[in-house]
């Protein structure tokens, strides 16, 4: 069984930094996708970054050139760098990954629990 370990969320200061990590855990033959989204209290989760095997990597216009996804593929995890953060950064954290577990398989969506990111002086 697949899961997704998230952790590296909690308190900072505005304009300060904070790491993501998603680790997995069980076997997997392939990662597709890993993706990081939020969500505040009382709106609906959205997409923060996505970074797919061979293809283009994506930003939320929010985050764009203070956040960076990255990948360690040995590690089967995806990390966050989140700088310049600001208070309406402030969310639950979530990742997910796209992975097929066999090779003739279909691909599998797993999420993880979330991590509390809050931005607050």
């Known amino acids: 069984q697949v899961q997704l370990v998230e952790s590296g969320g909690g308190l900072v200061q505005p304009g300060g930094s904070l790491r993501l990590s998603c680790a997995s855990t069980g076997s997997i033959f392939r990662i597709i996708t890993m993706a990081w989204y939020r969500q505040s209290p009382g709106q609906q989760r959205d997409m923060v970054a996505i970074?797919?095997?061979?293809?283009?990597?994506r930003y939320a216009d929010s985050v764009k050139g203070r956040f960076t996804i990255s990948r360690d593929n040995a590690k089967h995890t995806v990390y966050l760098q989140m700088n310049s953060l600001k208070p309406e950064d402030t969310a639950v954290y979530y990742c997910?990954?796209?992975?097929?577990?066999?090779?003739?398989?279909?691909?599998?969506?797993?999420w993880g629990q979330g991590t509390q990111v809050t931005v607050s002086s």
């Open positions: 997910y990954f796209d992975v097929k577990l066999r090779q003739l398989s279909p691909a599998v969506r797993y």
């Open positions: 970074l797919s095997d061979g293809g283009p990597t």
